[in-house]
């Protein structure tokens, strides 16, 4: 795939649903840890959100910060309801959402539309995108997939 090519190009699908009955048991998350099944597992951390880190501290310190770590769509609204009821004035969240055909590959991780951060966080919070990334790598054709993006968001109060 060309790498200046950007999610923009991409099909979305809307229909989180798509990958909503794959739900995996606590018993095949152990499982694929143990047999490092992990092809989305990041040694080094997350590029993105140490990249953006001073952006989302926002020249604060002692903040608590809520990672969820892993998730899907049906997952989302959880998350999302979870966060606005612990925040006070001035919250601020960094968001990570993969996009990727989920036709082709059932997850771990999951597809999450950007439709749905919209639904979910679009009416009370802004939006906004820090960054748009390329981050499909040759690995992942073993999944079946051609194209993987990752779009990290700033959420703050509106």
């Not at 099909?11 to 989305?40: C, N, S």
Request: charge should be negative; glycine fraction near 8%.
């Amino acid at each position: 795939m060309d790498k200046a090519r950007a999610s923009l190009e991409t099909k979305e699908y809307p229909d989180g649903g798509i990958q909503r009955d794959g739900a995996l048991t606590l018993e095949e998350w152990q499982d694929m840890w143990v047999t490092h099944q992990i092809g989305f597992h990041q040694e080094e951390g997350h590029r993105l959100l140490k990249k953006h880190l001073d952006t989302f501290l926002n020249g604060k310190s002692g903040l608590r910060v809520f990672f969820p770590l892993c998730g899907k769509a049906v997952e989302m609204r959880c998350y999302a309801e979870l966060m606005l009821s612990l925040t006070g004035k001035g919250f601020r969240y960094l968001l990570a959402i993969l996009l990727y055909d989920p036709t082709k590959h059932p997850g771990p991780p999951f597809y999450v539309p950007e439709a749905d951060v919209q639904m979910l966080f679009g009416t009370v919070c802004n939006l906004h995108c820090l960054e748009d990334v390329d981050v499909f790598e040759e690995r992942y054709r073993q999944w079946g997939l051609d194209y993987m993006f990752e779009k990290l968001y700033l959420i703050t109060e509106k």
